[in-house]
């Protein structure tokens, strides 16, 4: 991963420098130093009331401390300070820049001030087809300012003056931040595991992909397995997220073994490689569905639909209908469609002479045909419970 230090812990790449805070600094007047000797009226006193303990008698001739001097101070010269204009601020959160105008009506903006504005705001929205979140400054039913905020991080601001609206635009001031969790495999699945650890949801098919080369995730990882992920989220100055964040480290360890990797990218070139920049590519990716669990290995056993042994000859992963199934590794199609018992069938022919097949699927991708390439990692289609199956 480019961007940051040559550390191998990602840990550090999630600590920030600290920011110092400004306080301002207030000049009191300098305390008074009082010195206590023998002459002054503290001293006196406390050596009268020593000799009056013991009994003795003796008068002391005290001068009274003059009086303090008290210097004039002029009043200050108060400059009265104006009003804040009175008005209100709504914030709007549109699903799309088209339902501006709508929007200002809706929140009771006078017909002139929509026009005016929604024509000096098109240039600026033209780019931002995603959420626009529209914060509205009113002063009764006229519109004195609208700032709006894209989803990209950059911003623009429209004012009104004189009846008319000018737009002024702000690119986006993004700071990307890193976080690292770390968590254990429970008895359910990788997938809630990593949810409960904190890891984005949408970051589980990309953990599991980048570790589909060294492990089997059905057969290979156990409860109490330790992993760990570091991904990379873009933030505005308000600390917003911004855009999706993305998988930057992944790391399994298990009884057995243990694989750490990390996403580079540079001059093009992009993949996960372990700490001595070697590729975790190889031939056949070994699980092709994400968060599958093997309902039935290869080898002799009694047909779940048939009631008689019979060798299965593939492996059966089980998940949702739904699930994406991906090929394997690159090839050319060599089947497409349905089968029979299979279902919906597709058939991959490897470069090294390997096939893998895929069956009972609930669809096939559309460019999936016999004759077409598909590269490994390309989702071909969806688990599901077509021809002679139990589940899907």
Same mark, same amino acid.
Request: proline share 6%; net charge neutral; aromatic share 6%.
């Given at each position: &991963?480019?961007?940051?230090?040559?550390?191998?812990?990602?840990?550090?790449?999630?600590?920030? +420098?600290?920011?110092?805070?400004?306080? +301002?600094?207030?000049?009191?007047?300098?305390?008074? %130093?009082?010195?206590?000797?023998?002459?002054?009226?503290?001293?006196? *006193?406390?050596?009268?009331?020593?000799?009056?303990?013991?009994?003795?008698? *003796?008068?002391?001739? &005290?001068?009274? +401390?003059?009086?303090?001097?008290?210097?004039?101070?002029? /009043?200050?010269?108060?400059?009265?300070?104006?009003?804040?204009?009175?008005?209100?601020?709504?914030?709007?959160?549109?699903?799309?820049?088209?339902?501006?105008?709508?929007?200002? %009506?809706?929140?009771?903006?006078?017909?002139?001030?929509?026009?005016?504005?929604?024509? @000096?705001?098109? /240039?600026?929205?033209?780019?931002? /087809?995603?959420?626009?979140?529209?914060?509205?400054?009113?002063?009764? @039913?006229?519109?004195?300012?609208?700032?709006?905020?894209?989803?990209?991080?950059?911003?623009?601001?429209?004012?009104?003056?004189?009846?008319?609206?000018?737009?002024?635009?702000?690119? *986006?001031?993004?700071?990307?931040?890193i976080a690292v969790v770390r968590g254990e495999m429970d008895a359910d699945s990788f997938y809630s595991s990593a949810v409960?650890?904190?890891?984005?949801?949408?970051?589980?098919?990309?953990? *599991?992909?980048?570790?589909?080369?060294?492990?089997?995730?059905?057969?290979?990882?156990?409860?109490?397995?330790?992993?760990?992920?570091? !991904?990379?989220?873009? %933030?505005?100055?308000?600390?917003?997220?911004?855009?999706?964040?993305?998988?930057?480290?992944?790391?399994?360890?298990?009884? @057995?073994?243990?694989?750490?990797?990390?996403?580079?990218?540079? @001059?093009?070139?992009?993949?996960? !490689?372990?700490?001595?920049?070697?590729?975790?590519?190889?031939?056949?990716?070994?699980? +092709?569905?994400?968060?599958?669990?093997?309902?039935?290995q290869f080898g002799m056993r009694t047909h779940p639909v048939l009631g008689y042994q019979k060798l299965h000859k593939g492996?059966?992963?089980?998940?949702?209908?739904?699930? /994406?199934?991906?090929?394997?590794?690159?090839?050319?199609?060599?089947?497409?469609?349905?089968?029979?018992?299979?279902?919906?069938?597709?058939?991959?022919?490897?470069?090294?002479?390997?096939?893998?097949?895929?069956?009972?699927?609930?669809?096939?991708?559309?460019?999936?045909?016999?004759?077409?390439?598909?590269?490994?990692?390309?989702?071909?289609?969806?688990?599901?419970?077509?021809?002679?199956?139990?589940?899907?």
């Amino acid at each position: &991963m480019s961007g940051h230090d040559d550390s191998f812990d990602p840990k550090t790449w999630a600590a920030t +420098p600290a920011v110092a805070a400004t306080v +301002p600094i207030v000049s009191a007047p300098p305390a008074r %130093r009082t010195t206590v000797d023998a002459r002054s009226p503290v001293a006196v *006193a406390g050596l009268s009331a020593a000799i009056l303990a013991l009994g003795g008698i *003796a008068a002391f001739a &005290m001068r009274a +401390p003059p009086a303090p001097v008290v210097a004039a101070v002029a /009043p200050l010269a108060v400059t009265p300070v104006a009003a804040a204009p009175t008005g209100t601020r709504r914030t709007l959160v549109l699903a799309r820049a088209a339902d501006l105008g709508a929007a200002l %009506r809706d929140a009771g903006v006078r017909d002139a001030d929509v026009v005016g504005v929604a024509a @000096a705001a098109a /240039p600026t929205m033209a780019g931002h /087809p995603g959420e626009v979140r529209a914060t509205l400054s009113l002063a009764g @039913a006229a519109l004195t300012r609208l700032d709006l905020a894209f989803s990209d991080g950059s911003s623009a601001a429209i004012v009104g003056a004189a009846g008319a609206f000018t737009a002024t635009s702000a690119a *986006a001031a993004l700071d990307t931040r890193i976080a690292v969790v770390r968590g254990e495999m429970d008895a359910d699945s990788f997938y809630s595991s990593a949810v409960a650890a904190g890891v984005v949801d949408s970051l589980i098919p990309a953990f *599991a992909s980048a570790l589909a080369f060294d492990f089997d995730f059905q057969r290979e990882i156990r409860p109490g397995d330790v992993f760990e992920a570091a !991904f990379a989220q873009a %933030r505005d100055a308000d600390g917003r997220a911004i855009g999706q964040p993305k998988l930057v480290f992944a790391s399994i360890a298990t009884a @057995a073994k243990s694989r750490t990797l990390y996403w580079f990218e540079d @001059a093009g070139e992009a993949g996960w !490689f372990d700490g001595n920049g070697a590729s975790t590519v190889r031939a056949l990716m070994r699980t +092709p569905v994400d968060g599958a669990r093997v309902s039935s290995q290869f080898g002799m056993r009694t047909h779940p639909v048939l009631g008689y042994q019979k060798l299965h000859k593939g492996t059966d992963f089980a998940a949702p209908t739904g699930t /994406p199934i991906y090929a394997a590794g690159s090839a050319t199609v060599e089947f497409s469609g349905p089968k029979g018992p299979n279902g919906n069938f597709v058939k991959l022919r490897h470069s090294n002479g390997w096939e893998t097949l895929y069956l009972h699927m609930v669809r096939i991708d559309p460019g999936v045909v016999a004759g077409a390439s598909v590269t490994q990692g390309q989702e071909i289609g969806a688990v599901g419970t077509t021809g002679r199956s139990t589940g899907p």
